[in-house]
Every structure is written in C-alpha cells, then in structure tokens.
C-alpha cells in the first residue's frame, strides 16, 4: 500500500511506505502522546535543571539589574494588586516615577500579576522558566511548521531555548520576556502562509500584542523586522494575500498593548531619554573581540566568578556580547552553506545575520559605523542603544539552520549526501582552523602584552591587559573545555552523519546539553555575595532608619559619582530596600517599612529632574558634590538620610561638609568674555588656579548647537594635560531645555598654581560656551556655615548613616514662594543662589501656562522682594493644620485648615497626567521647584486631591479591550473545521483529510488538521 509523503527540500508529496496509523485512537497514537510527554519534558524541565544554581536566590544574580529593578518594581506591583489596587504610580523610588508610563514595570503583562498570587521569590522563578520553556516552545512549534523532522525541531527548540543571548539576558527579564515571543510570532505566520485561516492570523497578532506589552521596544523593533524579510522573502511568495494580513495582522498587535504604548509614548516624551545621543546609541556595540566568544564562551571571564574563576575583564558587558549557540549548532549551522544557492529560506536566515552583524557592530569598525551614523537619523530608532542585542538574530537563526540540516540526514531527502559533505567540511576543516585561530590571537596578545601596556595606558586598558595576562594559561578551565567540546563534538557529529545511527543521535543531544549547560549553568551564578538569608530580613540600615522614625517623604540618599556593582544588596540601589521590607498594609502611607529614595533606577527620568540632579538613569550623579553641597535644596526634596560606604562615597560627604568660603561674586575668567563653539579637535583652555586645598566651582554659559547628538567633556587637569580630577560628562539632554548657566564642583586636596579647565566634544559641534567663572567654596578654612550632616550609626559592611536634620515632609503649606518665568530659571536658582530662594521654608513657583483650570482666590497677599508673601491676618494667625491619607500610591487627599492663603506643596515629582481638586473642582497644578507640585489655596477649610492619570490611558484602555473583542470574536466566528474525535485508522482515510493545493509553482497536497507533533 502506498501513500504520499511530504519531503520538505522539494514542498512535493512523494510516494512513499504506507503511512502508519498516527492518530490519537489508532495503534500508534501512544507513540504520538509518547513523544508529545517527551518533548514536553524536556522543554520544560530542562530550565529547572540547567538553571539549577539560580534558584536558591530567587532565580535572580549578584547585584544585576534583576535585583536591582525588575524584581522590586514587580513585588511593588503584586503588593498593591494583592491589596485592590490596580497601582499607576510608585511613590517609593526618585521622588515617584510613572508604573504605567515605564516602558519595564510589567503593569499589564499577564506574567505580573504571578507576583500577586506567590511570594516574590517564588513568582520571578516560576516566570523565568515560563519563559524559558515558551521559547523553547515556540521555536519547536515554528520547526514543526517548517516540516522538519520532530527530533531535529527538539534539537533547535533546546538550542534556542539556552542559546548565548536569552541566558546572558536572564538578569534583563523584560528582554528573556519579548524575545520569547519571537519564535511563536515566526511560527503563526508560518502557519498562516500554509493555510490563510484566522486562528494562526489571530495568534501572530496576539503574541505580538503581548510581546509589546513587556515593552521592551528595541526587541519588539528587531522582531518587526526581521518577521517582515522573512515574510517577504520567504513566505510572500507562498500566499500572497500577506501583502495586506501581515502589517494588519501586525497592527492589531499593537493596538492590542495601546494601554501601555500610549502613556509609556507621553512619559517618554517629557523624559531626558527624548533627546537622543548618539553615544548612548552606539553604547555597548558588539565587539570584533567577542568572536572568541562563539568557541570559547568564558574566555574572557565572568561577572560573578564561580567554576569560572576569573572576572569579566572583556569590553562592554557579557550579557551583551555573548552570542554562544554551542559547537554542534555552529557546526551544522555552517554545513547548511551547502543549502544557500538552492533554498530560498536557507539564504534569508544567512542573510538576516549578516545584516544583524553590521547592526550589531555598530561603531566598532570602518564598515558598520557609516550605517550606525546613518540610523542614528531614523525616528524612534535613534532612542534605543546596545547595538548588541542585534544578535538576537544569530540566535534564532542558528539553531533553525542547524535543525533543518538534521531534518535531511535523518529523513535521506535529495539533499542528504551534499549535507554529509558539508558537515565533513565544518566539523573536519572550518572548526579546527577557527579554534587554532582563536588560540594564535590569544597567544599572540599574550605574548606582546608588554608592548600593547606601552601603548594603552588608559584605566579602561589596564584591567584588559591583566585579564589577558591571567586568561592565557594552561590550566584555564575557559580554554581547555572548549577544546575537549570541539574534539568530542566533530567525532560524534562526523560518525552520526555517516551513519545516522539513533544511539549516536542520542549522544549528539545529550553533549549538546551538556555544552549548553556548561555556559547556562554558570552565567550570573553567585556564590560568594550574598546568601538567601540576606533576602529573608531587613538589612542593619533598613533598621537604623527605622529606629529614627521616618515620616512620609523623607527619603534616603546614596551618593556616588558612577555605577558601582561591588557594595552590600541594602546600598547598592537603594530603591532595593523594598525587596526587603515589603508592604505589612493596605495602604501605602501607613506602611512602617517602605523607605522612599531619592536615587532611582529606570529608562526615563523627568527632563526636569535631569537638569537639576543630573543623575542617570541607574542613580548616580557625576555632580553628586554639588547636591551635597547645597543642603537646603536636600532639605527640599525631602532627603533626610545618607548612607556611605566606599571611600569615595565618605570623602564626598567630607568635602561636602567643609565650612563655605565668603568671597564675592569671581570675576569672568579671561578670554571667555564671548561664546565660543566647542567642536571636536578644537578644544576650550581656560586657565584657572587651585591656590588652597578646598572645594571650587566652575561656572558658564552654556547654549547646544542645533542638532547636536554629540557628549561633551569637562575636566580639570595641568598643563602637561593629566587630569587633576574626575572628568565630568555631559550629554544633549543636559542641554534639553536650552540654553542654561552649568555648573560642577571638584574637590583637590593639594595646591596647583597652574592649571586650566578643557571642554571638547565628542565629535562635531556640541555646544558653545563661555562667561565662565571659577571660585573656591568651600575649605578648612573656611569662616562660613556648613552643612549638617549628623552621624548616627555604624554599621556592619562598612556602612555608615547620616541625618539631614531640617527636612520637609510629603505634604506641607508654604507661605512663602517666589514665581519665575520658566523651569530653567528655577533650576538655575536653585542651582546657584539657593540662599535667595529662601529653601527649604520658600519655594519657587514657575509661572502658569495657559490652563482651563480656574485658579483660586488667595486673599490677601503681598510682595517683598520679588517674594509673595500671604501675611496673616493678626498676630494670633495659627499655622496651618494638614490632615491627609494616602490610600493608593497614586492619589492622596488632604484636608487643609488655615486662617490665610498659601501654597499646599506634594513633595512628589511633577509629570504630565497629575491632576488636583480643590473642594471637588479641577484646579491648576504649580510646578513647585522646578519638579515638585502644588496647589493655591485660600483660607479657611478645604480639601485637596491630588491624582494621577497617566495621559493616553484611558484611549489606551480603550482600544485595547475593543481589540482583544475584535480578535476573540474572530476567533469564535471563523472557527476550523472540528477535529474528527473517532480518529482515523488507516492511510486510505488519511487520504480523505487530503485536498488539493495548486499555485503557479506546484501541485501537491496540503494536510487539514494537525498531523504533527
């Protein structure tokens, strides 16, 4: 008995043996759910087990942005959820940031809401391998699609699944969350193009919606477009009807997430991250270097040493230069060359990493950065950075072309004999000439480090240099596991294609585990800093502070200049002190435990904020001395705790409190009457002397060319041009708001008659400046006052807390308060003449805009100074009396007494979608110093509401569930023709399941259900 059999390098039935009964009631339907539960298994366990060492923290690594971030902002999220609380806003961390405006808090991605069913632990853990296991999934379900041997499509599911990038990026869940959709989204059009049914066209828009709203936008943006070349290239051809399905298909996926693409669009656009630069854009490229990395995985270290003993001394990051798909996937990926001129698929998924190479490199060599130069003008796109995580595509490109080389040596398709060719080829030739080049450079750099110590002597060089000098050994486990790898895996794989015999099969899965293992097992493993335990109680600090009894709004402060990754979990960020404590309420201003920070971690920070804190997106603010010195503007935010540890961190807070020097207003430093333009080549050198030891700042105009995308430096430095102090960094969106007066503090502890200030620009024309002006403020010997920062504990790790005493609380009434013409003037005051301002008492009020919103009668008011002042009425005025309740995070009510108007202030950041009611009636909101808010109130009793309604939510919302209604609604309305429940038993009635499919290019068959696993 013969029957038809579907050979996937021709896209013919071929006549072939009679098909055995594979249906679920026939004799053979055990084999099918046998291979199902198989399949299965290992998609799902094999995270559980390779991933091993993760679990008992959590599933999280040492001190990564998983700890620091997207598990604190989640548990955040799960608490207030378990409490009713659907939360907007995070008041907890920067003075309150945006849930629904960050583009990774998670808000409405299906996998949060775990954190409010499980403990948090629990719930990052079951989601990370959910995740895992979906990507596993899906690229089994796209390679079955595809028509590929299940055995090869299990081969290419776990190589995907535990591929380089998706386990480097384990501490980047946002990231490990979108690509995991990627393959599904491969496999619904696959399908559509087969059959042109709505289930697959509803399922690729679905995935592609959830994929959006993990919202990490760089990925979502690589996916869009490498599903658009694969469908031209590939499956247009096919069914041509994709010319209009796909970017519908593609849209309703996006409209699908608008609930969190329409607010994260506004927040964005109020943030510094709006104003690109084209550092952070070519910022972490993939490097020539990290090509060691596709043989030797851990060459060049790793973060947290382990089994791997040395640190990470390569350049950039290895989560994002790791692209290791394993030796076997790399062998078979390249025998498929053999395919290219004759497969059409083949070529595309060659050429997609290609282009992904260019991408990638960004501006690391002459070819890629004309491209990086010519992107960096493309909207929208010019926001993203890490040009790296293009090799995304390498790692889903890889573990298809290897399967689909396994597809043909193990059904003997027309090809089979060329592919044993070609594996001969990549296992016998191309793998021992890459591993004995790999092995010459290393060698080589080894051997002429002396030479290359010579001629790199920069502190980015020399940790590089002593890396190399410890990885190059023969007993580095980095070098000689890799080799024994190759060896064993080009026998095997050579002897399988040879004979294609299934125990060698066997063994060529298991070592691929094995080397999978070797690298997933141990990536961001930590063993050494912290314990399960330091995550099961409050920290000593968290205890100190509670010991001072904080009010609402008071927040603590870590000072430090950069990143820094080496300092105990409670000091490292501090908005990770929620991981600890966790909320023990219902409400979030009754909660005793949650400490509010002025730090903050996270992709968008107010523009606003940028410009009077400078600090980054990860917390830190080179101008940290500055915000140190200027106590009352501390004392206005809030801040009334300081914890230090590192002897920067106590030398900062030292200087910072040296008494100031009383001096006049310096003089203009010469030649800087007139703006100069600051281009690149053509450096400013003003001279300037450092006569005492103490503190200095240097002040000066400031205005951004037109269009500039370009950094800019700042440095102090002698005349034989070595830098006397740190350099300080500036960027566009310090000059976001145009033109402004900067300024920077440095502090020297020795004397330097001659010495000069350079600013230089990254490349072309960054700013002009000028009216610069350079005085000591501060020094032992000064006769001024200082500021009052109180010791109170020391504590284990080295840490140390201080008090501010003098802050404000969360809410407050003002009498006092001075209005200025925009923001950049407030900040400028408060930058620069605090003392006029009157902080912490007064603030500065920036002058209204146009508004609907009437604005309220004050009463009696009157000016002094240039300050309003409401007076009181007789001498026995009492002060205000502020009763208030913070029931979510994102609203509070305050019930005001006062016998005279004022300024009720809410000491929380000032962004789009913050709303008041005065007495049930809209009222205008004031930008109260420059990023807080506040609102005209008269005399007497009132109540205030403050609320926050992110912009773009409600239309958002809206076409969101009109979407999920269209799509479930098609769902059931065209529903498939019903699976036959009897199941069929024989060839001949598979037959009936059979029709005919004719195009211009073939004749054949098409199967109606689903036939295969």
């Not at 959820?81 to 995070?90: D, F, K, Q, S, Y």
């Not at 961390?93 to 629904?100: C, H, K, R």
């Not at 501090?574 to 219902?586: A, I, K, S, V």
């Not at 072309?764 to 610069?772: N, V």
Request: net charge positive; charged share 20%.
């Amino acid at each position: 008995m013969m029957s038809k059999e579907f050979d996937s390098q021709t896209g013919y039935f071929e006549h072939g043996p009679a098909l055995p009964s594979l249906m679920p009631g026939g004799s053979m339907g055990w084999l099918v759910r046998g291979r199902r539960v198989l399949v299965s298994g290992l998609i799902v366990l094999l995270p559980v087990v390779l991933l091993a060492g993760a679990w008992r923290l959590g599933g999280f690594s040492a001190l990564e942005d998983d700890l620091l971030y997207y598990l604190p902002i989640r548990q955040y999220i799960g608490e207030r959820i378990a409490a009713g609380e659907w939360p907007l806003w995070n008041p907890q961390v920067g003075m309150g940031t945006s849930l629904a405006g960050d583009p990774q808090s998670g808000l409405w991605y299906p996998a949060t809401l775990l954190f409010a069913i499980l403990p948090p632990r629990e719930a990052y853990s079951v989601g990370l391998i959910a995740h895992f296991a979906l990507a596993g999934a899906g690229m089994y379900r796209f390679l079955r699609a595809s028509k590929l041997d299940w055995r090869a499509a299990l081969l290419g599911a776990i190589a995907f699944e535990f591929s380089g990038f998706l386990v480097a990026h384990r501490a980047h869940l946002t990231i490990l969350q979108a690509a995991a959709w990627l393959p599904w989204m491969l496999y619904a059009w696959r399908r559509f193009a087969d059959t042109g049914r709505y289930r697959p066209f509803a399922l690729a828009s679905f995935c592609f919606g959830l994929q959006m709203l993990v919202q990490h936008m760089q990925v979502s943006i690589i996916s869009v477009l490498l599903l658009s070349g694969y469908v031209m290239m590939v499956l247009w051809p096919r069914r041509r009807g994709l010319w209009w399905a796909y970017p519908a298909g593609m849209g309703l996926g996006a409209a699908l997430a608008a609930v969190q693409i329409l607010p994260t669009w506004f927040y964005f656009a109020g943030s510094g991250r709006a104003s690109p630069a084209y550092y952070l854009f070519v910022e972490n490229s993939w490097s020539p270097t990290s090509t060691l990395l596709l043989l030797f995985p851990m060459i060049f270290g790793a973060r947290t040493p382990n089994f791997w003993d040395q640190g990470w001394w390569g350049l950039s990051h290895f989560c994002e230069q790791s692209a290791y798909a394993s030796i076997l996937i790399l062998v078979l990926a390249v025998a498929s060359l053999g395919l290219v001129r004759r497969h059409r698929e083949m070529a595309f998924w060659w050429l997609a990493c290609l282009v992904a190479m260019l991408l990638a490199l960004g501006d690391t060599t002459p070819i890629s950065t004309p491209i990086s130069k010519l992107l960096f003008h493309v909207p929208v796109y010019h926001n993203l950075r890490v040009p790296a995580r293009w090799i995304l595509v390498w790692s889903i490109a890889w573990p298809i072309l290897a399967a689909t080389v396994v597809s043909i040596l193990l059904r003997r398709g027309p090809e089979c004999t060329r592919m044993m060719l070609w594996i001969r080829k990549s296992a016998g030739r191309v793998l021992p000439a890459a591993a004995t080049v790999c092995v010459l450079v290393l060698v080589t750099a080894r051997l002429a480090e002396g030479r290359l110590a010579a001629h790199f002597t920069s502190d980015y060089a020399r940790p590089v240099l002593e890396g190399l000098r410890s990885a190059v050994r023969v007993g580095n486990p980095a070098i000689w596991w890799p080799i024994i790898l190759m060896v064993i895996t080009a026998w095997v794989v050579i002897r399988w294609a040879n004979t294609r015999r299934d125990n060698l099969f066997v063994a060529m899965t298991v070592l691929l585990v094995v080397d999978l293992a070797s690298v997933a097992g141990f990536v961001d493993m930590d063993t050494r800093t912290y314990r399960r335990a330091a995550l099961d109680k409050p920290p000593p600090l968290a205890e100190a502070i509670q010991q001072l009894k904080p009010r609402p709004g008071e927040r603590l402060l870590v000072p430090r200049y950069s990143a820094d990754y080496h300092r105990p979990v409670e000091v490292l960020w501090p908005q990770t002190n929620m991981l600890f404590f966790g909320h023990t309420t219902d409400s979030p201003s009754e909660d005793v435990h949650a400490i509010s920070t002025f730090n903050g971690y996270g992709p968008f920070w107010p523009v606003e904020q940028r410009q009077l804190f400078r600090f980054q997106p990860w917390g830190s603010s080179e101008e940290m001395l500055g915000l140190l010195l200027n106590d009352r503007l501390l004392q206005a935010m809030g801040v009334r705790f300081i914890a230090v540890r590192s002897d920067e961190e106590r030398m900062l807070l030292k200087s910072a409190s040296l008494p100031t020097v009383v001096t006049r207003e310096p003089d203009i430093i010469p030649g800087t009457e007139d703006m100069a333009p600051v281009r690149y080549g053509a450096d400013l050198l003003w001279p300037v002397r450092i006569d005492a030891p103490g503190v200095y700042a240097l002040s000066f105009e400031a205005e951004p060319a037109a269009g500039s995308a370009s950094r800019w430096f700042v440095r102090v430095e002698s005349e034989q041009a070595e830098a006397l102090a740190r350099t300080r960094t500036l960027d566009p969106m310090d000059l976001a708001l145009g033109r402004r007066r900067m300024r920077f503090h440095f502090a020297f502890n020795q004397i330097f008659p001659t010495a000069r200030i350079r600013v230089k620009a990254e490349m072309g024309l960054a700013l002009s400046a000028g009216k610069a002006r350079w005085a000591r403020v501060a020094g032992p010997d000064g006769t001024g006052c200082r500021p009052d920062y109180v010791h109170r504990a020391d504590l284990p790790g080295g840490v140390s807390l201080y008090e501010l005493p003098g802050t404000v609380g969360l809410v407050r009434w003002v009498d006092r308060f001075k209005r200025v013409a925009d923001t950049t003037e407030a900040v400028e005051r408060l930058l620069h003449d605090p003392d006029s301002v009157g902080l912490p008492e007064a603030v500065l009020v920036t002058a209204r805009g146009n508004t609907s919103a009437p604005a309220p009668e004050t009463g009696m008011e009157c000016t002094k100074d240039g300050m309003t002042v409401h007076e009181p009425e007789d001498a026995w005025s009492r002060p205000a009396i502020l009763r208030w309740t913070h029931d979510h995070g994102h609203e509070i009510r305050v019930t005001a007494h006062a016998d005279r108007p004022g300024l009720l202030v809410f000491n929380e950041s000032f962004v789009p979608g913050w709303r008041a009611e005065l007495d049930g009636r809209p009222v205008h909101m004031e930008r109260v110093n420059g990023v807080c808010q506040g609102v005209e109130v008269s005399g007497g009793q009132h109540e205030v509401r403050f609320f926050y309604r992110p912009p773009g939510l409600y239309w958002g919302l809206a076409i969101s569930l009109l979407t999920l209604l269209a799509l479930l609604s098609g769902c059931i309305l065209r529903r498939s023709r019903p699976w036959n429940r009897a199941g069929l038993t024989s060839a001949s009635e598979l037959e009936l399941f059979l029709t005919p499919w004719r195009n211009k290019k073939m004749t054949g068959f098409r199967v109606r259900g689903r036939l295969r696993l």
